[in-house]
């Protein structure tokens, strides 16, 4: 990843100038067709995705749960409460992807605090979500 589109990317926005370069090592950039199936539910987790462009359909067993577009990222209840998938998510169009394998995303978690607080915010939202 270009360390200059870190801080364009939500999740590590508040992560200081002088450490973009850190983050965009610990990250891949890819690109998927329309169809794609990213994470499967009950899988193991290994990595977290964010979304810079197209969408996403989310479902658990076979009822949809959510649509996830740029900015939000998702894969994060696995790789953190894991270890396996809570939901199968599937491209809705071609789509570019952030991927952060699970020890990178736990390290720069740790490292950097605001990462972990938007990581761990998201999944309470989503748990909560999910029990209701």
Do not use: C, W
Request: no cysteine.
């Amino acid at each position: 990843m270009n360390h200059k589109l870190v801080s364009q990317v939500p999740l590590f926005s508040e992560v200081p100038r002088r450490h973009h370069k850190t983050v965009a090592a610990h990250v891949d950039e890819i690109d998927v067709p329309a169809g794609k199936v990213l994470v499967r539910e009950g899988r193991y987790a290994g990595e977290i995705f964010v979304i810079l462009e197209g969408g996403a359909q989310v479902a658990k067993g076979s009822s949809r749960v959510a649509n996830l577009g740029p900015g939000q990222f998702f894969g994060e209840l696995g790789v953190f409460d894991g270890p396996t998938r809570s939901a199968t998510v599937v491209a809705r169009s071609p789509m570019r992807l952030l991927v952060v394998g699970a020890r990178e995303a736990k390290s720069l978690a740790q490292r950097f605090p605001s990462i972990d607080r938007r990581v761990r915010a998201a999944a309470a939202v989503r748990t909560e979500a999910a029990a209701t």
